[in-house]
């Protein structure tokens, strides 16, 4: 099978072996949920419950009208105990249920899930609207609303199942792939049938190989792909940011989606595996989106885990009872997500959202801060660029406070990956200039576009 891959990247440590192999475990006991109200890419919530209600696993308990919303449900049967700010995993406040199980339940009275709805009998439509209902977003990270990305207003020719999974440390979807390969594979049909598509590729990094057999095994076996689907399954050769869509798309079609453009502007459709999956829950179990897989792990986590666990769960319950196991005298920090994309944040407690991919316990070695020193215009960062922009320029641009010109130089389309940040010399924090510029110049636009009401 040929490798596939993209112009740039980077190649940081992988250190994924200490998780890779470890089955995934679902959270059985989880006695208290912190439930973020907003946890998507679009307009903000309102909340649907009141201290003292009493809601069931799958209830809806926050929505709102318009096309960029996606609902929120309950992750445990309980009783709402409180609705107030929480310290979310972007290190910001915001609006939280706190629902506290009620272990008295019956568990056939304490569910609300939808009607199962088969998504190759009914119509576009209503297999969009069940997308939303469900509350399904991106979960690779972006929480963008998944209904929104299948209803693109151009032609479509591939759907991409984005199994690349570049970030270090994380196993979660390598996982996924060698456990549910039937689901990954229905879930990409789910797509192919929703936005009629002629094609579907599961895109895999080589160092998840083993995976191949799996899913080649599952298409071959699939009720779609005897009726006549096409998907396959794509190797790339491992490289950060491989799982970038943009690159992803590079790399298996040879298309380049335009700057400030869309994938749908080439004909494609990127879903994450563990999106794919949700949507075949959505469909088959009429369950919403209430859980969600991720990897704990990290130099200063004595026994990694990949588990699946109700949004809202917070990783020091996860550590208490015992799923993973950190070794506080070695923590240094504390990472949501990925090293590379991931947010550091103060503590333990703070719950698992619809995007959050991983949690990382880092030691002294993997956690090491370097000053910054002067730019000393050595060009490495331009030729990691996944994006082919020059950061060093960038960077230049954004601390004269010159906005304009770093958006002409391609500030907005920065992926914000980190990889130019990974492999300068001179240690520059070069994405979080970028991402300060970006919300500087948004808000210069967002202002001018007001005034000129």
Do not use: W
């Not at 998780?19 to 475990?25: P, R």
């Not at 919403?288 to 769960?313: D, F, Q, S």
């Amino acid at each position: 099978m040929a490798v596939k891959t993209f112009k740039g990247g980077a190649h940081p440590p992988e250190r994924k072996e200490r998780s890779s192999s470890i089955a995934t475990e679902r959270l059985l006991d989880v006695t208290q949920v912190v439930i973020p109200v907003n946890q998507h890419f679009g307009a903000p919530l309102q909340v649907l419950v009141k201290v003292g209600d009493q809601v069931k696993r799958g209830q809806k308990i926050a929505d709102a009208e318009g096309r960029m919303t996606v609902p929120v449900h309950a992750s445990i049967a309980g009783l709402v105990k409180k609705i107030e700010p929480r310290t979310q995993s972007n290190n910001t406040d915001g609006p939280c249920i706190v629902i506290e199980a009620s272990l008295e339940s019956n568990p056939e009275d304490s569910t609300e899930f939808l009607p199962p709805l088969d998504p190759f009998a009914c119509s576009k439509e209503e297999a969009l609207a069940r997308v939303r209902a469900a509350g399904i977003v991106g979960m690779g990270g972006a929480g963008f609303p998944t209904h929104v990305k299948l209803a693109p207003s151009k032609p479509i020719s591939v759907v991409i199942a984005n199994g690349a999974e570049c970030e270090p440390f994380l196993t979660i979807d390598e996982r996924t792939m060698v456990e549910r390969p039937e689901d990954v594979v229905e879930g990409v049909a789910i797509t192919m049938k929703i936005v009629n598509a002629p094609e579907g590729v599961i895109a895999v990094e080589e160092n998840k190989a083993h995976a191949v057999p799996l899913l080649e095994k599952a298409i071959a076996s699939s009720p779609r792909t005897r009726a006549g689907m096409k998907i396959r399954v794509e190797l790339l050769k491992t490289k950060y940011p491989q799982g970038g869509e943009k690159m992803l798309i590079t790399a298996i079609t040879g298309k380049e989606v335009p700057s400030g453009g869309l994938p749908m502007d080439v004909g494609c459709v990127v879903q994450n595996i563990g999106t794919l999956c949700a949507m075949v829950e959505a469909f088959r179990e009429g369950k919403p989106l209430i859980e969600r897989g991720l990897t704990v792990t990290g130099g200063a986590c004595k026994k990694p885990a990949n588990l699946i666990a109700p949004i809202g769960t917070l990783v020091a319950d996860i550590l208490t009872k015992g799923y993973a196991v950190a070794d506080d005298e070695a923590l240094r920090r504390v990472i949501y997500g990925g090293p590379m994309m991931g947010v550091a944040v103060p503590s333990y407690q703070i719950p698992v959202q619809k995007n959050t991919s991983g949690v990382l316990l880092m030691n002294e070695e993997e956690a090491k801060y370097y000053d910054e020193e002067t730019c000393i215009r050595c060009g490495r960062c331009m030729r990691a660029c996944s994006c082919r922009l020059s950061p060093a320029l960038l960077a230049a641009a954004v601390e004269a406070g010159d906005y304009k010109d770093a958006e002409k130089i391609g500030l907005l389309d920065c992926i914000e990956c980190g990889t130019c940040s990974f492999v300068c010399p001179a240690h520059r924090q070069l994405v979080q200039r970028f991402r300060v510029g970006k919300q500087i110049l948004r808000a210069m636009k967002q202002k001018e576009a007001q005034n000129a009401r």
